[in-house]
């Protein structure tokens, strides 16, 4: 079975190409220096670069994994959630390739492929948790067996990266912030500052903006006499510390969980890749994915449209 998939939800295009539940090519167009200027995405932006880069993209990943156009079996991209434009680009280009090559096209979740970004390689015994840590998500999902997602808690404003992002620009450190911050905390050893922990009335719901307010607010308060390092170091502690807190309490609610799943773009956190592998035991196996499969990928969709066909989807 040879699949070819497409995420381009956000500001990356990216094609991957999957063979004998392997994946042989996985490239990706990303737009970081174009918006980098504006501070953050710009979705018209975004999508018109999607358009310009597709080709090559497409190119590129058949030419690396050696498959010729008609040796695809099926076609998979992302058709929800993402930036509506980008999206479209995506849809059009796997709708096309689809009807020209006539052969079958899964519409896939973007979310539910980041939960298969640590499996791509592998494979995991159910159930599971998962776990979503990106620019526009924070989720926790149960998942009594392959393909079964059943929400327990996402986030009520601000995601975590999201809130990383928007902290960062108030440092006045480049976009994207997480990195930035990621990177300034590993710098200090000492927490000048304190910063609150939400308390949410869902216990495995999250909200991120008392957070980004205190920062914000502290950070106006000190001006120029704040210590960047020892605030990255404080900052990051709290978001990742009130994270893993909502998932050892899934863990402990839930005994009969085999694996934990982490995945999105913050899964490319240091301190969070840490600290979460310390929950594993003999019980509970942790998968964390590679680092590039953190950020948007088609990869991460082909590994999940895979588990679909083999579901008789």
């Known amino acids: 079975m040879n699949i070819l998939a497409i995420e381009s939800s956000c500001d990356e295009f990216s094609v991957a190409i999957l063979k004998n539940e392997k994946i042989v090519a996985n490239i990706i167009s990303s737009q970081i220096k174009d918006h980098k200027k504006f501070g953050g995405v710009v979705p018209e932006l975004a999508s018109r670069l999607h358009v310009e880069n ?23 991209y992302t058709a929800k959630p993402g930036l509506i434009g980008s999206l479209i680009v995506g849809k059009i280009v796997a709708e096309t390739l689809a009807n020209y090559l006539n052969i079958k096209l899964y519409p ?21 948790l998962a776990l979503i840590t990106s620019g526009g998500h924070t989720e926790l999902y149960l998942m009594k067996k392959d393909l079964d997602f059943c929400l327990l808690g996402s986030t009520q404003d601000d995601a975590v990266g999201e809130c990383y992002d928007k902290v960062a620009r108030k440092l006045n450190l480049e976009y994207p912030g997480g990195p930035k911050i990621d990177m300034l905390s590993k710098q200090s050893k000492e927490e000048k500052y304190m910063l609150p922990t939400p308390k949410d009335k869902e216990k495995y719901d999250f909200s991120f903006s008392g957070i980004k307010t205190a920062s914000i607010n502290l950070i106006n308060k000190l001006g120029a006499e704040i210590d960047t390092k020892s605030f990255a170091l404080t900052f990051q502690k709290t978001c990742i510390n009130y994270i893993l807190n ?16 982490l995945g999105g773009g913050t899964s490319a956190n240091s301190l969070l890749r840490e600290e979460i592998k310390k929950l594993e035991n003999k019980n509970l ?15 991460m969709i082909a590994r999940l449209c895979l588990s679909y066909l083999k579901e008789g989807n």
């Open 246 to 261: 909502k998932v050892k309490l899934a863990i402990k609610e839930y005994p009969e969980i085999k694996s934990l799943l």
């Open 108 to 128: 896939l979740d973007h979310l539910e492929g980041h939960i298969y970004s640590s499996l791509i390689e592998t494979k995991v015994q159910f159930p599971a």
């Open 285 to 299: 196996k942790v998968y964390v994915p590679k680092m590039e499969y953190c950020t948007d990928n088609a990869a």
């Open 54 to 76: 597709f080709y090559w993209v497409l190119e590129t990943a058949l030419l690396e994994s050696k498959t010729k156009i008609e040796e695809l079996d099926c076609i998979a």
